[in-house]
């Protein structure tokens, strides 16, 4: 296991930033003219900004007309499948994963993945994000890109029944292998894919190691109305009942988007509120045209916790948490026919407070505040999309966009300074993506790593 890029050790000053303050519940605010001290990977303090005292930190930066926010959380993704972007259009459901998607990851080798997961971190690391969930293939490749690039992840191996006893035992494996890795940025979930591709004797086999390890469980479930109906029509139960069932409830689960959550499953989920989750990634939902989406005021009234993702870039096409953010925003206001819900606070507290909660890392990251982990993103809300600045908060959900993030740090280490990356060599990773790409989207051997019947 890798043990690269620890927490900084130095003292960090970043000097004069606006700093949004995001709080469990109420009005973010937006805290003018401050100075974040940084010491061991930790916010230490933010004060007033006294440009005069450095505070003998070791690196200073000027923050100065810039608004600190705390890092992004992509709750839900497939680092990977950067690869595939743009690879699998205009398709249904039922096409996107037979013909296109699942014939292509059966290209896929631990490189690719390397490779795959490198190039995302970047892109990440260009948009403010300093937290992923991540759920997919060779996970160790997936684990080696985060410890080098600098960033924070969870990280879920993709488990399907069809793999058998040995690849079961093998995402157990990469678990204890690798939970806390990274000078504890990489964490591990377990990753059945989902209830219709992993049978319920397995389900309750990784249930049990997740009590056992103490982890959670990362899985796709009543990804939309359909699954859950076919669920009732073949079982006579919810897919969430099946999660109930089997133990994945009980272990602790992050529940990738949750459209086809029903009336009937939330009293079940309120049962096991402070340990799930889900994560809404409205973009492949319009993409897919599938509607209802996920039922967020439900989720929240149940006291379950709701956190914003991309899914897949093969699928999203991005991994811009702002652009999910906004769509989370604009999409619930239409599903419920109420202008005054989902706020600019409430949404910007679901993209971070809402993510770190959804990755039981609530008491590490989410906020701005001393003694949790110095994940803070710099952000320029200059440019004419966000002027005139009348509500910072407002311009961060509905004006700002990936570049206008400036600089990041995560854990204390800056990884990306005046819109530099300082830990990826972006060149060379899209040289040698340019060489994999012909082999990885052929679909004309007929393979596939599953079919897709829910």
């Known amino acids: 296991m890798s043990d690269r890029t620890p927490p900084s050790t130095g003292r960090l000053l970043v000097r004069g930033p606006d700093v949004l ?36 930190a070791a690196d200073v930066i000027d923050g100065r007309g810039l608004l600190a926010v705390p890092g992004l959380v992509n ?26 998607v699942w014939p292509m ?55 399907f029944s069809s793999r058998g006893a040995e690849a079961l035992e093998a995402t157990v494996g990469f678990a204890e292998a690798w939970h ?3 000078g504890g940025r990489v964490t591990v979930s377990l990753g059945p894919h989902a209830p219709y591709t992993v049978d319920d004797g397995d389900l309750r086999t990784l ?25 009732v029509a073949r079982r006579g139960i919810t897919p969430v009942r099946v999660l109930h069932e089997t133990g994945i409830l009980d272990a602790g689960a992050l529940i990738a988007h949750g459209c086809g959550i029903v009336e009937q499953d939330l009293p079940l989920l309120a049962e096991y509120a402070d340990t799930t989750a889900v994560a809404c990634c409205p973009k492949v939902y319009l993409k897919h045209a599938l509607s209802p989406l996920t039922p967020v005021r439900d989720l929240l009234d149940a006291g379950v916790a709701v956190a914003v993702g991309t899914d897949g870039a093969a699928g999203h096409n991005t991994l811009d948490v702002w652009e999910a953010l906004r769509l989370v925003a604009l999409t619930q206001k239409q599903a419920v026919r109420d202008a005054t819900w989902m706020t600019v606070s409430d949404t910007l507290r679901l993209a971070v407070r809402g993510g770190a909660r959804a990755l039981g890392l609530q008491k590490e990251i989410g906020a701005l505040e001393p003694g949790m982990r110095a994940d803070i993103v710099l952000t320029d809300l200059s440019g004419l999309h966000c002027r005139p600045l009348h509500d910072p908060r407002a311009a961060l959900v509905y004006s700002a966009r990936a ?6 740090v995560v854990d204390g280490r800056v ?40």
């Not at 109420?26 to 933010?46: F, P, T, Y």
């Not at 993704?77 to 595939?84: A, D, E």
């Not at 059966?106 to 690391?125: F, H, K, Q, W, Y």
């Open 180 to 182: 806390g890795g990274a």
């Open 21 to 56: 303050r995001v709080p469990p519940e109420g009005e973010c605010e937006v805290l003018r003219a401050r100075d974040i001290v940084v010491a061991d990977g930790l916010i230490e303090e933010i004060r007033p900004t006294d440009a005069a005292d450095p505070g003998h």
């Open 415 to 454: 990884l990306m300074r005046d819109g530099r990356l300082l830990t990826v060599d972006v060149p060379a990773l899209l040289d040698e993506a340019d060489a994999r790409v012909a082999r990885i989207l052929d679909t004309s051997h007929g393979r596939a790593v599953q079919h897709y019947d829910p």
């Open 75 to 100: 709750a839900h993704t497939h680092s990977p499948m950067v690869l595939m972007r743009g690879a699998a259009e205009d398709v249904t459901v039922e096409e996107w994963f037979n013909d296109r």
């Open 403 to 408: 570049s206008d993030v400036r600089t990041v």
């Open 207 to 231: 249930a049990a190691h997740a009590r056992r390890l103490d982890l959670r469980v990362h899985i796709h479930a009543a990804e939309h109305l359909e699954q859950t109906q076919s669920s």
């Open 105 to 159: 990851e059966s290209n896929l080798t631990a490189a690719d993945v390397r490779l795959g997961a490198r190039l995302a971190c970047a892109e990440m690391i260009r948009s403010g994000v300093t937290t992923f969930a991540d759920h997919y293939f060779f996970p160790e490749q997936i684990a080696e890109a985060v410890a080098e690039t600098g960033l924070r992840a969870d990280i879920a191996p993709t488990y």
